[in-house]
């Protein structure tokens, strides 16, 4: 302080404290006191001594023993305290020094094993002819008698949006689903290792009976991941168009009711209803093969419209669009992360299995 004094005579006051590594406010401050301060660069205080009713070394290090013990490892100092006391009649430290003890070890966490819930991937279902994927879910329809539902089970062709079978009933079970599931494999003919059936994870679609079912048959199952709607978006889509209907009822009287509804419903969305993404063609159109021949009579259609008045047509000779050569859940990106080796080889099988749709049709 002195220095600083003397210095102010000649030097400006800010570089000298800066020198000195004195606060300008200070300096003022105990210049106008007329008494010196240490620099702010001097030594630290010394620690504060230990309070005398805390624990010694000793005792704490004997605490944190006791802690780790195999019988008090999953236990909360308070159950350890309590412990102590009736069985032991013995006292050690207060429940708060146990605490206290136990953040000095970075320990006061969470400390049994905890459940962990693995990442579930990203199903892909993939689907370049009928019968090569099929997505199925279950809906509720409501009963005139409040709080009743029928459940209505529909399992659709991914590649066409074909109905290929339905059933209605009373109750929900992985029994069902499995008798369902193979009675359409029965009708269908569906080799082993040939179709993919996909469904979220109802208890039905995991039970064990139609998983039972599907391994014997050679089907391999995929299932959407939990909570995920976009992972099972067809049978979604195929749910709102029924439920937004014009026909559709708010609620049914009887199971036989539901049921007429529903066979005039699947026959309707079967032969009539149109997809934009199948080219507006029918699903029955596209499952049964027709699909060649109805864009044909189209294309036949617009030729002669455009014969007739060409200046109409400015690009041309208009054609029919057709359906995608491929049909997927999640599809592939078209530019794949390149950090993401095995998604690059799933987008390989995609394409190949694109290039066989293509070549089979």
Known sequence: MEIAVEAQASLPTRPVCQALGLSRATFYRTLAKGREVSPLNSPLPAERPPHPRALS????????????????????????????????????????????????????????????????????????????????????????????????????????????????????SAAEARHLIETLSERHGIDPGRLVLHADNGGPMRGRPLADLLESLGIERSHSRPRTSNDNPYSESQFKTMKYRPTYPDRFHSIEEARAWCREFFAWYNNEHRHESLGLLTPADVFLGRTDTVLEKRARVLREAHATHPERFVKGVPQPKRPAPVVAINPQPETPDPNAPDEAVQAEEVTKLATAGVSNH
């Open 57 to 172: 070394p000793q005792e704490r290090q004997a605490a944190l023993d006791l802690l780790h013990e195999e019988r008090f490892v999953d236990q909360a100092p308070a159950a350890i305290y309590a412990t102590l006391l009736d069985n032991e009649k013995r006292y050690l430290c207060s429940i708060r020094t146990m605490y206290r003890i136990l953040k000095a070890e970075n320990e006061t966490r969470e400390r049994r094993l905890q459940t962990s819930h693995p990442k579930r991937a990203k199903p892909r279902v993939i689907a370049a002819a009928p019968n090569e994927a099929w997505s199925w879910d279950i809906t509720h329809l409501r009963m005139i008698v409040k709080g009743t539902t029928l459940k209505l089970y529909v399992v659709l062709d991914l590649y066409s949006r074909y109905v290929v079978g339905w059933y209605l009933s009373e109750s929900e």
